[in-house]
């Protein structure tokens, strides 16, 4: 199953946004699922922070993507060092904006997430529809 992790890197600093499920099919992607809950989810942040500590100059939102087998294992397919599809489903506070303006001025970044949310894509015009799924 397809799943990616949201986060913001600062220097030595790595902050866990949130764990997400991506939807696709026949390789087009649908939509998602942000700030999911998973048995899996520390070892996922844990694999993430690995990988995202292997690379030098990171900074700001980054996404990784990840991939679960059937026995449960965790893989790491790519590093984004942007931002996206994830970010507009987040509902956190204080807002992502002001989250990466205190990480470009090396801040130390207290943040919550605030629920869950889903997005669909409406395959007859190709926007996506944002569903609460719940809150925190």
């Known amino acids: 199953d397809p799943y990616s992790l949201s986060f913001i890197v600062q220097k030595d600093k790595l902050y866990p946004l949130s764990l997400n ?22 070892k996922i942040i844990e694999e993430s ?10 900074n700001g939102y980054v996404g ?11 893989y790491i397919l ?10 507009v489903g987040l509902d956190i506070t204080p807002s992502i904006s002001n989250l990466l303006v205190d990480n470009a001025h ?9 629920g869950s949310i889903k997005l669909i894509r ?6 996506f529809i944002i569903q609460h799924l719940n809150t925190v």
């Open 106 to 114: 090396k801040k130390d970044l207290n943040y919550r997430l605030n």
């Open 49 to 58: 922070i690995k990988a995202l500590k292997r690379i030098e100059g990171l």
């Open 21 to 42: 499920r991506q939807c696709y099919k026949e390789g087009r992607y649908l939509g998602g699922e942000i700030n999911i809950d998973h048995p899996l989810k520390d």
């Open 122 to 127: 409406d395959l007859n015009n190709g926007e």
């Open 64 to 74: 990784v993507d990840i991939m679960l087998d059937n026995e449960k294992n965790i």
């Open 78 to 87: 790519e590093v984004n060092p942007r931002i996206t599809t994830s970010i």
